[in-house]
């Protein structure tokens, strides 16, 4: 009991080393902004508005990260305290799911899972903003925990409850959820179909922080009704192959050169070694389908699971949405899961050259991992901001905006003066 503490309380350290240090160097621009003036609202006092921010693709986003958010904003409206919190809430996810893990599947496959999704560094970045995606994690927990309750434990059929609340906040927190969503849920119901009573129950609860938003929608002829009959002239022209590789990147650092732009020139020559060490990274991609071949060989049960996860870059590329990382969030502490599966293989194996393969893939993941990270932190401090979709750092965003209204200090609307400002004019005057 006391090793496991230990071993939990680690974990939860480690996954914290670079969620909740380096306040001043956050990413925040308009979309964080936004959160932040919608939390914010009560506060100086107006009412909560009934929705969140626009979606990508034209639709109102529900009001739930406005409700997550409102007691922290009742302390500070400070954004690096919301960050903290919000970074302390993920690190505190990766321990819980290092618990269901280990429950579930042996403690070496959770340590080796929540090490890894602990120092991801896509993992990282989205457990650092004022924004919606970086809610995502801690609200999976509840639904992996009740997935394995209804695939492992299959006479707690109560945990349906757990199950369908846990999916709507998830939706209603990021619509792409629902993409994965559906899929499992259609293949749990067939292969165990529950009394209707517990949906019914979960629906009742879930669905109350979405009220608002469907009293609004009903009350003004259903504004998104319309936006998303037209939501096909907001997708991609084109069918983009890029979506496949996509779950394989997010587990590391691919693809986020998006983020760093015109800094990758930069990274090199200040960190050649570190550079050259992210080729590690590629490990996982032949780990992953690995262990989703040993995983399924082994437990069929879970079987509805895995075919959500494959399912997942197939739908977006038939449906022709952009291939954004973000979009496969939801999926990230299962791959690891199955990623650990594999290692786990490796380390258990008979001959000592795969028990060596083994422990090398895990070491260089875990070192390269720390090591990238530093050198992000490094480079977001050096240029005060990245030149690419990162952006510039809060403390600098805070100098601009602070000298914008230095003459307001002792005004009593000081700060939501502040606030709005974050937001583009363009979006206040509804322009866009």
């Given amino acids: 009991m006391l090793k496991s503490t230990l071993v939990l309380a680690g974990i939860i350290v480690l996954a914290a080393v670079f969620r909740i240090t380096n306040f001043d160097l956050i990413e925040f621009k308009a979309d964080e902004g936004i959160n932040l003036f919608l939390a914010s609202r009560p506060i100086f006092g107006h009412p909560f508005p009934p929705g969140g921010t626009v979606s990508s693709l034209g639709v109102l986003n529900f009001p739930l990260m406005n409700y997550i958010l409102f007691p922290v904003v009742l302390i500070s409206t400070d954004p690096r305290i919301i960050v903290l919190f919000i970074g302390l809430t993920n690190s505190i996810a990766v321990g819980a799911l290092f618990l269901i893990f280990n429950r579930y599947h042996g403690v070496k496959i959770a340590i080796i899972s929540s090490v890894l999704l602990a120092l991801s560094p896509w993992a990282i970045l989205f457990s650092r903003k004022i924004w919606a995606q970086d809610l995502l994690l801690p609200l999976t927990v509840p639904l992996i925990f009740s997935i394995h309750k209804l695939i492992v434990d299959n006479k707690k059929d109560s945990y349906w409850i757990l199950y369908v609340i846990s999916s709507l906040l998830l939706i209603q927190i990021y619509h792409s959820a629902i993409f994965f969503l559906i899929p499992l849920s259609v293949l749990l119901?067939?292969?165990?179909?529950?009394?209707?009573?517990?949906?019914?129950?979960?629906?009742?609860?879930?669905?109350?922080?979405?009220?608002?938003?469907?009293?609004?929608?009903?009350?003004?002829?259903?504004?998104?009704?319309?936006?998303?009959?037209?939501?096909?002239?907001?997708?991609?022209?084109?069918?983009?192959?890029?979506?496949?590789?996509?779950?394989?990147?997010?587990?590391?650092?691919?693809?986020?050169?998006?983020?760093?732009?015109?800094?990758?020139?930069?990274?090199?020559?200040?960190?050649?070694?570190?550079?050259?060490?992210?080729?590690?990274?590629?490990?996982?991609?032949?780990?992953?389908?690995?262990?989703?071949?040993?995983?399924?060989?082994?437990?069929?049960?879970?079987?509805?699971?895995?075919?959500?996860?494959?399912?997942?870059?197939?739908?977006?590329?038939?449906?022709?949405?952009?291939?954004?990382?973000?979009?496969?969030?939801?999926?990230?502490?299962?791959?690891?899961?199955?990623?650990?599966?594999?290692?786990?293989?490796?380390?258990?194996?008979?001959?000592?050259?795969?028990?060596?393969?083994?422990?090398?893939?895990?070491?260089?993941?875990?070192?390269?991992?720390?090591?990238?990270?530093?050198?992000?932190?490094?480079?977001?401090?050096?240029?005060?901001?990245?030149?690419?979709?990162?952006?510039?750092?809060?403390?600098?965003?805070?100098?601009?905006?602070?000298?914008?209204?230095?003459?307001?200090?002792?005004?009593?609307?000081?700060?939501?003066?502040?606030?709005?400002?974050?937001?583009?004019?363009?979006?206040?005057?509804?322009?866009?």
């Fill in 189 to 432: 119901y067939l292969r165990r179909k529950p009394k209707i009573k517990y949906l019914f129950l979960g629906l009742s609860i879930g669905i109350v922080p979405a009220l608002p938003y469907l009293i609004y929608q009903l009350s003004n002829s259903c504004p998104d009704c319309t936006t998303f009959i037209a939501v096909k002239e907001r997708l991609s022209p084109v069918f983009s192959p890029d979506i496949f590789i996509r779950p394989f990147q997010i587990m590391g650092r691919g693809n986020m050169h998006t983020v760093i732009g015109e800094d990758m020139i930069t990274f090199p020559r200040d960190f050649p070694l570190i550079f050259q060490m992210q080729k590690v990274f590629y490990l996982e991609y032949f780990l992953l389908p690995m262990g989703f071949v040993l995983f399924w060989k082994k437990f069929k049960d879970f079987q509805p699971l895995l075919i959500s996860i494959i399912a997942l870059p197939f739908i977006y590329f038939l449906l022709r949405i952009e291939p954004f990382i973000h979009y496969f969030l939801i999926t990230l502490p299962f791959l690891f899961l199955l990623v650990a599966f594999c290692l786990k293989w490796l380390l258990d194996h008979d001959r000592i050259i795969f028990q060596s393969i083994g422990v090398t893939s895990l070491l260089a993941l875990i070192i390269t991992s720390v090591l990238f990270n530093y050198a992000f932190f490094e480079l977001v401090k050096k240029g005060n901001g990245l030149r690419g979709d990162y952006g510039r750092t809060y403390i600098k965003t805070r100098e601009v905006h602070e000298a914008m209204f230095a003459n307001y200090k002792n005004d009593p609307y000081y700060q939501e003066m502040i606030i709005t400002s974050y937001i583009p004019p363009s979006l206040i005057h509804g322009d866009i």
